[in-house]
């Protein structure tokens, strides 16, 4: 399982297979969990959504992003679809990296296209951004940005990953802030995170127990894992816990009929919706997750209307394949 995972991930990381990714649009079964490559069609998946009473956060997708021009670009995608959002007066907020606002590139550049984000979604309907989670290597600079912004704006969260030893820490420093809580989903080292599904579980569920009680903000609880959700549920109802200082969160074409259950029960929900060109890596890093999403590869491999779509290049045809073979190999030994 391990070696898979980290198989995946290294794809996830490849610059190569992103690019090639990039420039043929959404394949392997990468449609099923990305909206879609514009704005417009992201915008029908959201009514869509907000009809069965979801509301969205959408993740204008990219990665490697080295300049400054790329990184400015990036800022006006997510402008632009904060606008839209507004104007079709839709329940939707976005959810940024700031390593697209180029973190890496120029810490202080970041900060700025980050803040001119949150000016524009003041702009419209003073509209939520939420800052994700990345590899920990940027956590110290994602840190620095939220906690200067974080004084001048409302409409400002972030996320915790489980997975980090110190998580309860940095939790702690944001009690007043809208926080997602995940289990975290980059490969850290063991001296930085948890390694096991136990210890992750085990933490994710203490911060999602503190943060319950003890949050002056809204809280999102994203995972698919239906044992963290029941005891949510359970844990709620047991502490009285106000059904609106919190919502549950999920990706965007996975298990969607238990979100619609959730939903329907009466919880608030939100659906992350990836959307755009750079769908490589996010998928990448799905499949680490899971494996058995290869199930989603798979069936659009061996769906004949698809065939001429799978043609990106012998490198990654090569790199599927392996993937597909271990994916299989996995299966079976389930
Ligand atoms: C809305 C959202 C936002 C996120 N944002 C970030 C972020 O900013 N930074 C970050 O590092 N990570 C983020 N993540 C990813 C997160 O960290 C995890 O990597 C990811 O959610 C997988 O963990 P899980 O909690 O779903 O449970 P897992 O441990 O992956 O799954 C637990 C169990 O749930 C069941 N299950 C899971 N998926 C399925 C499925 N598709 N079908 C059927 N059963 C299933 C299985 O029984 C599985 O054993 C986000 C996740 C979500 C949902």
New binding site residues.
């Given amino acids: 399982m391990p070696v898979v995972k980290d198989i995946f991930i290294a794809l996830s990381n490849n610059k190569f297979m992103n690019e090639s990714a990039k420039r043929m649009g959404p394949a392997l079964g990468a449609n099923k969990v990305v909206a879609g490559v514009d704005i417009d069609s992201t915008i029908e998946t959201v009514e869509k959504l907000n009809m069965k009473g979801i509301s969205c ?1 959408l993740d204008n997708l990219g990665e490697f992003v080295t300049s400054r021009q790329e990184a400015l670009e990036a800022q006006q995608n997510i402008v632009e679809i904060m606008r839209r959002n507004y104007n079709a007066n839709i329940d939707a907020h976005v ?1 940024i990296k700031l390593t697209q606002l180029g973190l890496n590139i120029d810490r202080e550049f970041a900060y700025q296209n980050t803040r001119e984000i949150l000016l524009k979604a003041h702009e419209y309907g003073n509209t939520f951004v939420n800052i ?3 590899k920990f290597e940027d956590l110290v600079g994602i840190t620095e940005i939220i906690d200067r912004l974080k004084g001048e704006f409302k409409n400002v969260g972030t ?1 915790i ?1 489980a997975y980090l030893y110190d998580s309860m820490n940095i939790m702690g420093k944001y009690s007043d802030v809208r926080l ?1 809580l ?5 490969k850290e080292a063991s001296h930085i995170a948890y390694q096991t ?1 136990e210890e992750i ?1 085990q933490n994710y569920i203490k911060l999602i127990e503190r943060r319950l009680l003890t949050a002056k903000a809204f809280t999102s609880i ?7 959700i029941n005891h949510v549920k359970q844990f709620v109802k047991d502490n009285n816990i106000d059904r609106n200082s919190f919502e549950f ?3 965007f074409g ?2 969607t009929d238990y979100a619609y259950q959730i939903a329907s029960e009466g919880y608030n929900f939100c659906m ?1 919706v990836p959307f755009g060109q750079d769908w490589f890596g996010y998928f990448m890093r799905r499949l680490a ?2 494996p058995q ?1 290869i199930n989603l590869m798979l069936l659009d491999i061996f769906n004949k209307k698809n065939k001429g779509k799978i043609t990106f290049g012998a490198t990654l045809l090569a790199g599927v394949s392996i993937l597909i073979v271990g994916g299989i190999s996995l299966l079976k030994k389930k």
């Fill in positions: 956060t959810s994700d989670a990345e996320v990953q997602r995940v289990k975290g989903a980059y599904k579980d994203a995972t698919h894992d239906h044992n963290i969160q999920m990706l996975f298990r992350y997750e899971r999403n």
